[in-house]
């Protein structure tokens, strides 16, 4: 039972490179989200998504792409990465519920931008 | 929109003696509310939730919250610590509306210092 799973765990970019973080979920969540903490600032939620091919903004975007092609997969994407963005970012998870479903999250990734 | 204060910064406590951890939350409702523990290079994990019904909730790991709406707080306690809750905790809202379609807001979080 693997949960929510993110990749990779580490990553050190220089200024203006691009990368893509995976996260992947097995528990058939209809929601997936993408958060960067930063100390002393909690957890900010970037972009979100209700459904396979959906994303919406969250509350810091900018600078952040994602897609989400296949329902058990959320993409977070920097086009051109700035130290600003160096943050851990966690990937969330939960299901669909007339209630509120409680969010599963991954463990994290680490990412330094130089 | 919604918002969550949590006050403290650090909290140092002593092995074995009593925790409380405050959060207060702005909401036009009530909100669905919830405290996270995060171990160091971990993910979040649930503690414990409110949802409606009996102010007083339990949780995982012996701890428990209250829920009060005149003070819009929603703390954490725990009767005796022990060393293994030195983590960061977050108190996070959701709100009523959109299903938890729309993520939790998170406090800032509280670093839990356990000392012998």
């Known amino acids: 039972n693997a949960g929510v799973t993110q990749t990779p765990k580490f990553r050190v970019l220089k200024t203006g490179q691009s990368m893509t973080l995976l996260c992947a979920q097995d528990m058939n969540h209809e929601y997936m989200y993408w958060y960067r903490q930063d100390p002393g600032m909690g957890l900010r939620l970037i972009h979100y998504s209700v459904g396979e091919g959906t994303t919406a903004k969250g509350e810091v975007p900018d600078g952040y792409n994602v897609s989400r092609l296949k329902k058990q997969n959320f993409l977070l994407g920097l086009e051109s990465a700035a130290p600003s963005q160096t943050s851990v970012y966690f990937c969330?998870?939960?299901?669909?519920?007339?209630?509120?479903?409680?969010?599963?999250f991954g463990n994290g990734t680490r990412l330094t931008v130089t | 929109a919604q918002s969550v204060t949590q006050p403290d910064i650090h909290i140092t406590v002593s092995e074995g003696a009593s925790l409380e951890l405050r959060c207060n939350y702005s909401y036009g409702a009530t909100p669905y509310l919830f405290w996270y523990v995060q171990s160091p290079g971990q993910g979040l994990q649930l503690l414990l939730k409110?949802?409606?019904?009996?102010?007083l909730v339990q949780g995982i790991k012996g701890f428990e919250a209250e829920f009060k709406r005149s003070q819009s707080s929603f703390n954490l306690r725990k009767p005796s610590v022990h060393w293994s809750d030195a983590a960061e905790y977050f108190c996070a809202v959701g709100a009523r509306s959109g299903g938890g379609a729309d993520g939790l807001t998170f406090g800032k979080g509280t670093h839990l210092i356990i000392q012998p």
């Open positions: 409110y949802f409606s019904g009996d102010t």
């Open positions: 969330a998870s939960n299901e669909r519920d007339r209630g509120y479903s409680p969010l599963h």
